[in-house]
């Protein structure tokens, strides 16, 4: 069992920046590929970024590419997010994920099995 717990969310104008953090129990952290994701109201959840097993790899989803900044401590069992240069569209709610099969980086949300509640992300214009 693995309890992931987001925190850092707020309200930013746009231009602005906010550091994601996800905090997961358990002792297995660092054998998950891990991913951020985010729901808009009235869309489906979205693939934003994942990380490799040890941070060495990282992928992307076109628009926060140059913007955004994951990563991971693995002996603080941390994920991170940094977001700068925030758009209006990147509103929404962020989870973060661990998938725990395999060590391939997808973008799809059903590989992932554990998640958190979320944390809330709003820029205004």
């Known amino acids: 069992q693995v309890q992931l717990v987001e925190s850092g969310g707020g309200l930013v104008q746009a231009g602005g920046s906010l550091r994601l953090s996800c905090a997961a129990s358990?002792?297995?952290?660092?054998?998950?590929?891990m991913g951020w994701f985010r729901q808009a109201p009235g869309k489906e959840r979205e693939f934003v970024a994942a990380?490799?097993?040890?941070?060495?790899?990282?992928v992307y989803e076109d628009s926060v590419k140059g913007r955004f900044t994951i990563s991971r401590d693995n002996a603080k069992n941390t994920l991170s997010l940094q977001m700068n240069s925030l758009k209006p569209e990147d509103t929404a709610v962020y989870y973060c994920?661990?998938?725990?099969?395999?060590?391939?980086?997808?973008?799809?949300?059903?590989?992932?099995?554990?998640w958190g509640q979320g944390t809330q992300v709003a820029v205004s214009s």
């Open positions: 994920a661990a998938k725990v099969t395999g060590t391939d980086i997808v973008v799809a949300r059903s590989a992932y099995y554990y």
């Open positions: 358990g002792r297995s952290f660092s054998n998950y590929v």
């Open positions: 990380i490799s097993r040890i941070g060495s790899v990282t």
